[in-house]
């Protein structure tokens, strides 16, 4: 298996709740920035710009074993592969780096759909950005 693609976040004050730990919403945030760098942010916008494509959420899991408190910097990891002609899969994790296990684990399947809103299979270009992940 190819190496995941690494993503680093500070964690802020505001990125925090009442118990100082990352609100759990943000590891989505998180998520979707590592995906956007994966896939490179000039692709992503030129594929939606010249052909009128863009990505939505199919789904969402994720697992939370324990949470990046302000100050840390956090890894995110992130592997990608094809779920059909229609979906890609992200695998993506939380990492403390040197901590023995991720902090939260996640899949995340995306469809990509044109301008108004219909299902399109995922264009060469983003299965060779796949491939290539």
């Excluded at 760098?37 to 030129?46: I, N, P």
């Excluded at 995340?108 to 044109?114: A, S």
């Excluded at 060779?128 to 992940?133: K, M």
Aim: charged share 25%.
């Amino acid at each position: 298996m190819a190496a995941p693609h690494v993503h680093r976040v500070q964690i802020y004050y505001e990125d925090t709740d009442h118990s100082g730990l990352v609100y759990h919403a943000n590891y989505l945030k998180y998520f979707e920035r590592a995906r956007e760098h994966l896939l490179g942010v000039d692709a992503l916008v030129r594929l939606f710009e010249e052909d009128g494509i863009g990505f939505v959420v199919y789904s969402a899991a994720l697992k939370y074993r324990e949470g990046a408190r302000h100050g840390d910097s956090i890894e995110i990891r992130s592997t990608v592969k094809p779920g059909s002609a229609y979906r890609a899969v992200f695998t993506q994790e939380a990492w403390r780096p040197g901590a023995p296990r991720a902090l939260v684990t996640g899949e995340i399947e995306l469809c990509c759909v044109d301008r108004e809103g219909k299902l399109v299979r995922l264009p060469d270009s983003v299965i060779a950005q796949i491939e290539a992940a």
